[in-house]
Every structure is written in C-alpha cells, then in structure tokens.
C-alpha cells in the first residue's frame, strides 16, 4: 500500500477524502488524515479498512516529523502560512507534496532542494487558484499552438450562494473562510493593464469599481479587481498582452453596498475596540458616527452613507439587523473586522439545507491571420449539501487526483510549481469533467475592453 498523509481536515477536505478513499483499493492507497480535531480526522474513516484518522499537531515537531517520515506522499490542507515546516520534512525525508495554497517566498526557496531529491511539490491546485490556473492554460496553449497572438485576458471566480438558496437582499452568504470575506481588497492597491495601460485601485475604491459579466442561464453578475494581476504576466506567458484583468464575482450590487462597511471603517482589523464583549450591536455601528445629542443611531447612519429611509442599502443594512439593542459582540479585544464577521455571520451562514455554488468566468481575447478573435469560457458548479459543497468539490478534487497522478508518476517534473503545464492540466482537468466540473466555451465578437461595462 502507498500511504498518503492528509494534514487538516477541515470542510474544505471532505471531497479529496471521499475521493481518495473511493480509488484507495484500485490505487493501492492508505490514507493517514491528521487534524487537532480528533473527531473530524476520524468521521470519514470509521470503519474503512484504507484510512484512519490521528491527532496531529502541526506544531509538535516529533509528532508532525514522524507522520511525515512515514508517508509516500504528503496533502497539507492546512492554511499557507502553515504549509513551511511540512514542506521542510518532505524535503528532508523525501516526500512528494501537494498543497492549495498560493506558492510563498519560503515555499519557493525549498525549490532547488525539491528538484536535486527529484520531488514534486505541487501547489495552487485547488480551485482559485488551481483549476483557474488549469483552464486558462489549456485555451492559452491552444491559442498559441494555431499562432495566435494574445491580446486580451480576463478571469474571474466567486463562492456564492446556490440560486435556490440565495434569499436574503444580499444575494449572498459565507461559502468559505468568513474572515477573508470580510478582509478581501486588503493589503494593496489593485493593479492590472486595461488596453496597454497600468491601472490601479486603492482599498478606498475597489468595490465602486466594478465590471458587469453574463453567464447563460445563471444572468448577470459584477466582479471588483484582486490584488495583483499583474504577476500573471509571466506566470501565463502574457508578456506583450494589452488586457490582463482577474477579479472577484458577486451578485450585482454587493460591492455596492458592501463599500458601506469600507467608507465607515467596519472592515479594519488593526485595532482593537475597548470592551467589545459587551457591545451590543448597535453600540458597535454607534462607534463609526459622530456623537450627537438629539439624532438616533438610525438617523446618524444614514447621514454618513448618504442614503434614504427608502433607500435598497438601507433595507440592506435592516436586513443584517446590524442595530439590534439586544445582539452582543460577545468578542474580548475584537477589531471592527472580527465584529463585523460576527454580525454577518447571523445572517449569510449557509442553513442546512443550502447549497454553495462557484462560478467561473474567462475572456481570452486574441488575433490570428489578421483578425481579432474572443472565447468566452465560463464553470458553474453547485455543491451537493452541506458536506460535499461545491467549494470542496472545486478545491479537494483536483488535489486528489493530482496526488494519485504524482504517486503514479504521470507527474513528474520535480521542483514547487503551479499547475500550468500539460502534464498536469490536460489529464485533471479531463477527470474533473467525471464529477461535473467543467467548461462551456462560445466564440464572440472581439471587443476589447468595454468601458460601458465599468461603473464608479
């Protein structure tokens, strides 16, 4: 048997351990799962004679080194900033590593080492990134193949809320991490080219500088710009490429009435509020607005947003119940970010029986014998329920099979790399069309960029 040792196993895990432990007899595979929780590092294996699951501490060398050493093949699905010390026992104790986190710096210092013991560390093969990067490349690549020449590339993914389960006014509810939800633009102006030209999007404005898309059958959606598109450049080889533009996607209107929460300061998360575990809520939104005498809370919030009794963001705001006198942050030295997740999570934690859905959206735009060419290629994928959502799906799967492709040295260029070469991209993302995850590509008229399309 080859054994495969799976560090965290969190709501993210639940499809790469199902899926793994489907193939564990056929694959000849051992699956080791290892969390602080002891209960969820069991709850998928109980009685499957291929897996079983450990208390494991990533901080306890020993124990951590030891889970390590007795592995064919390491999964860490733990958070990236986690990823390092694994990371340092495969190389020493000659383990291949997968992982669905962006590469770090330290990540990619461990690469020489990586390559001189011949072992793959594969990364950013989740969802965003992963089957992002996957699916750009294999149209990229076809592009080039025919001699064409890239003009223009646009790519956007969001975790939503599944159609059937999207009844609040905010078309929205929390299909991952709430506290990068609240955090997401933070950190750095945005940057990106739009027709040959740099652009760039301080925090103060990112979500008022929001781009319109359609999907067939799903309608219309808004997207607001990440971080930094500009390192795709290389990553994708785009060099002399005129548009390169990634985004985030919502409902229309969310960035908007999200900006609400930004202009008052609600997302900062680098300072702490005096006595926040007795703040009721509305005490909370009371520390945002200037003191008066005479004027409500109600009256005072709207003056600072500029907004009207009858106004769609101030049923938005009513809609979170964010002035309750009887809620309480009930969170010692928390910061305005960490009340506000603590507000929104009354209201977009996903019910029992909702679903989660992720939507992807790319534009490749290019020229080829003289004529100006765009495929649109866009993924919609719904979760199953609560456990096997699409968010796990999108994100544990392709994990999993590259692991077994590795194991199986159908991947073999060793080193920390991204999944953009056609060794990984063409068979995974091949297999992932077996579980629903897949693409559906239109040709259309080449416009470029369409300022039309960008509002604020």
Same mark, same amino acid.
């Given at each position: 048997?080859?054994?495969?040792?799976?560090?965290?196993?969190?709501?993210?895990?639940?499809?790469?351990? &199902?899926?793994?432990?489907?193939?564990?007899?056929?694959?000849?595979?051992?699956?080791?799962?290892?969390?602080?929780?002891?209960?969820?590092?069991?709850?998928?294996? #109980?009685?499957?004679?291929?897996?079983?699951?450990?208390?494991?501490?990533?901080?306890?060398?020993?124990?951590?080194?030891?889970?390590?050493?007795?592995?064919?093949?390491?999964?860490?699905?733990?958070?990236?900033?986690?990823?390092?010390?694994?990371? &340092?026992?495969?190389?020493?104790?000659?383990?291949?590593?997968?992982?669905? !986190?962006?590469?770090?710096?330290?990540?990619?210092?461990?690469?020489?080492?990586?390559?001189?013991?011949?072992?793959?560390?594969?990364?950013?093969?989740?969802?965003?990134?992963?089957?992002?990067?996957?699916?750009?490349?294999?149209?990229?690549?076809?592009?080039?193949?025919?001699?064409?020449?890239?003009?223009?590339?646009? !790519?956007? =993914?969001?975790?939503?809320?599944?159609?059937?389960?999207?009844?609040?006014?905010?078309?929205?509810?929390?299909?991952? $991490?709430?506290?990068?939800?609240?955090?997401?633009?933070?950190?750095?102006?945005?940057?990106?080219?739009?027709?040959?030209?740099?652009?760039?999007?301080?925090?103060?404005?990112?979500?008022?500088?929001?781009?319109?898309?359609?999907?067939?059958?799903?309608?219309?959606?808004?997207?607001?710009?990440?971080?930094?598109?500009? *390192?795709?450049? !290389?990553?994708?080889?785009? &060099?002399?490429?005129? =548009?390169?533009?990634?985004?985030?996607?919502?409902?229309?209107?969310? #960035?908007?009435?999200?900006?609400?929460?930004?202009?008052?300061?609600?997302?900062?998360?680098?300072?702490?509020?005096?006595?926040?575990?007795?703040?009721?809520?509305?005490?909370?939104?009371?520390?945002?607005?200037?003191?008066?005498?005479?004027?409500?809370?109600?009256?005072?919030?709207?003056?600072?947003?500029?907004?009207?009794?009858?106004?769609?963001?101030?049923? @938005?705001?009513?809609?979170?119940?964010?002035?309750?006198?009887? @809620?309480?942050?009930?969170?010692?030295?928390?910061?305005?970010?960490?009340?506000?997740?603590?507000?929104?999570?009354?209201?977009? =934690?996903?019910?029992?029986?909702?679903?989660?859905?992720?939507?992807?959206?790319?534009?490749?735009?290019?020229?080829?014998?003289?004529?100006?060419?765009?495929?649109? !290629?866009?993924?919609?994928?719904?979760?199953?329920?609560?456990?096997?959502?699409?968010?796990? @799906?999108?994100?544990?799967?392709?994990?999993?099979?590259?692991?077994?492709?590795?194991? $199986? *040295?159908?991947?073999?260029?060793?080193?920390?790399?991204?999944?953009?070469?056609?060794?990984?991209?063409?068979?995974?993302?091949?297999?992932?069309?077996?579980?629903?995850?897949?693409?559906?590509?239109?040709?259309?008229?080449?416009?470029?960029?369409?300022?039309?399309?960008?509002?604020?």
């Amino acid at each position: 048997m080859r054994n495969i040792l799976i560090i965290g196993a969190g709501r993210s895990a639940t499809s790469l351990i &199902k899926y793994l432990l489907d193939k564990s007899e056929a694959e000849e595979l051992f699956l080791t799962i290892g969390d602080l929780n002891i209960q969820n590092a069991q709850k998928f294996t #109980s009685g499957h004679p291929n897996g079983r699951g450990i208390l494991l501490d990533v901080f306890n060398e020993p124990q951590r080194r030891e889970a390590v050493e007795n592995a064919d093949l390491v999964i860490s699905m733990l958070p990236a900033r986690f990823h390092i010390e694994v990371a &340092k026992d495969c190389i020493e104790f000659g383990k291949h590593l997968v992982t669905a !986190s962006y590469i770090s710096n330290e990540m990619q210092l461990l690469d020489p080492m990586a390559k001189a013991k011949g072992l793959v560390f594969m990364n950013e093969i989740g969802l965003d990134p992963g089957i992002d990067h996957m699916s750009a490349m294999q149209i990229i690549d076809r592009i080039k193949d025919k001699g064409g020449k890239m003009l223009l590339f646009e !790519s956007f =993914t969001g975790g939503l809320v599944a159609p059937e389960s999207d009844n609040n006014l905010w078309n929205y509810k929390f299909t991952w $991490n709430p506290r990068n939800v609240v955090l997401a633009g933070q950190g750095g102006a945005a940057e990106f080219i739009q027709e040959g030209k740099y652009k760039y999007i301080p925090y103060n404005r990112l979500f008022r500088r929001t781009e319109f898309i359609e999907v067939d059958g799903y309608g219309k959606f808004e997207v607001y710009a990440n971080r930094n598109s500009l *390192k795709y450049q !290389s990553i994708y080889g785009l &060099k002399d490429v005129l =548009t390169l533009y990634r985004g985030t996607i919502r409902r229309v209107g969310f #960035s908007k009435a999200w900006n609400m929460f930004v202009q008052l300061g609600m997302t900062d998360d680098t300072y702490n509020l005096p006595d926040s575990e007795t703040l009721t809520y509305r005490d909370f939104v009371n520390c945002f607005l200037p003191y008066s005498p005479t004027d409500s809370v109600e009256l005072k919030l709207r003056h600072s947003l500029k907004i009207d009794q009858d106004d769609l963001m101030w049923e @938005k705001l009513v809609d979170l119940d964010i002035l309750s006198k009887e @809620k309480v942050i009930g969170i010692k030295d928390a910061t305005p970010a960490q009340c506000l997740q603590k507000i929104l999570m009354d209201s977009w =934690t996903l019910a029992e029986d909702d679903k989660d859905m992720i939507v992807m959206y790319h534009k490749f735009g290019y020229e080829l014998d003289g004529k100006k060419h765009q495929i649109d !290629s866009n993924m919609i994928c719904i979760g199953d329920d609560q456990t096997y959502t699409s968010m796990a @799906k999108t994100v544990g799967l392709p994990v999993a099979i590259a692991a077994i492709k590795i194991l $199986n *040295k159908e991947i073999t260029t060793p080193g920390v790399q991204l999944p953009i070469k056609r060794e990984v991209y063409e068979p995974i993302l091949k297999e992932l069309e077996d579980y629903g995850i897949n693409f559906t590509e239109k040709e259309v008229p080449y416009l470029g960029y369409n300022p039309d399309s960008v509002i604020g």
